[in-house]
């Protein structure tokens, strides 16, 4: 089998690293983004099924080669690359010499992925990255299987792996679809499960839902459903537990699990409070914050910035 993508990709993106979104890794700082065509899921509400349905090699109009994209990273004062768009195990080899490349110009590596892979695969794939954002899509079979063409299990299978067997920083995802996944049931489910499979300190994402591809007939999903389900969450011991795709600033600052004090404030995907030492410990109680944080935030100031198609 030869990866016709690699070397092409349907474009490339800096964007704050909060829109991954990592909310523990690199706080503020500029993230160059790109994925490629296709994916391994058909996930009915695809908000990027431009790209992940392609089936031709039509959507990927850039090239860049892996060096190409380091060297384009480090002058547009990103301090990591991100494989995203679509799922990154469909390019993994792409994926893997980039990591390389950027490993050697001293630049990290984050992963956007459903996490729906083989174990083989799985172990190549994420010794090369640092940082991974992975989709947990919902806590039922049904879910998987009639809206993604899925199964649940291997996912978790990831999560577990990523937790436990490696170093990769991990934050989870869950986009919230309005009677689909959305019950307080199975809120109370995913979250207990994750808390106590994966650890507290693993943070949360539950994200609104917007209509897209095939399920443009859903509402958008309401800040109350997102709020109550956050509580549900912070309930079951997850002790970092942010709301996203909306705007709701107490949903997406991050407490210090000792004292309660707010050490990190957000405004979208801007920093407005910052309350951490130099070791990234609470200013007030010195609680360590898990995650990888450097002595002041980065200061992503714009918005974000789409790059020339070919990078070299
Ligand atoms: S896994 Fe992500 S990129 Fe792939 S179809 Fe599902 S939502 Fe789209």
């Not at 704050?16 to 983004?33: A, F, M, R, V, W």
């Not at 309401?222 to 956050?230: F, I, M, N, V, Y």
């Amino acid at each position: 089998m030869v990866l016709t993508s690699w070397g092409r990709s349907s474009g490339f993106c800096c964007d704050p690293i909060e829109k991954k979104p990592l909310n523990h890794y690199l706080p503020g700082t500029s993230i160059l983004s790109f994925g490629t065509a296709g994916c391994n899921l058909a996930c009915k509400y695809c908000q990027n099924w431009d790209i992940s349905k392609a089936k031709r090699t039509d959507a990927l109009a850039a090239e860049a080669t892996p060096d190409d994209i380091a060297a384009s990273a480090i002058a547009h004062d990103c301090r990591s690359v991100a494989f995203t768009y679509n799922d990154p195990v469909v390019f993994l080899e792409y994926a893997v010499d980039t990591a390389r490349a950027c490993r050697a110009a001293d630049l990290r590596t984050v992963a956007v992925t459903a996490g729906y892979m083989c174990k083989e695969p799985r172990e190549e794939f994420f010794k090369s990255i640092d940082a991974a954002n992975v989709d947990l899509k919902a806590f039922t079979e049904r879910f998987y299987w009639k809206l993604c063409g899925g199964h649940l299990a291997p996912v978790k299978e990831t999560l577990q792996y990523l937790a436990h067997e490696t170093d990769v920083w991990l934050e989870i995802t869950t986009l919230l679809i309005p009677g689909e996944n959305d019950s307080p049931g199975e809120i109370d489910a995913l979250s207990a499960w994750v808390a106590e499979a994966l650890g507290p300190h693993v943070p949360l994402h539950l994200t609104a839902f917007h209509g897209a591809w095939k399920m443009l007939d859903y509402p958008d999903t309401p800040l109350e459903t997102l709020r109550e389900a956050r509580k549900i969450a912070l309930e079951n011991g997850l002790r970092y537990v942010y709301t996203g795709n909306i705007s709701d600033p107490h949903g997406q600052t991050t407490y210090c699990s000792g004292c309660g004090l707010a050490v990190i404030c957000r405004d979208g995907y801007q920093i407005t409070g910052w309350e951490l030492d130099d070791k990234g410990r609470c200013g007030a109680c010195a609680t360590a914050c898990p995650g990888v944080f450097e002595r002041e935030p980065g200061q992503f100031s714009h918005r974000p910035l789409p790059l020339d198609t070919t990078l070299h």
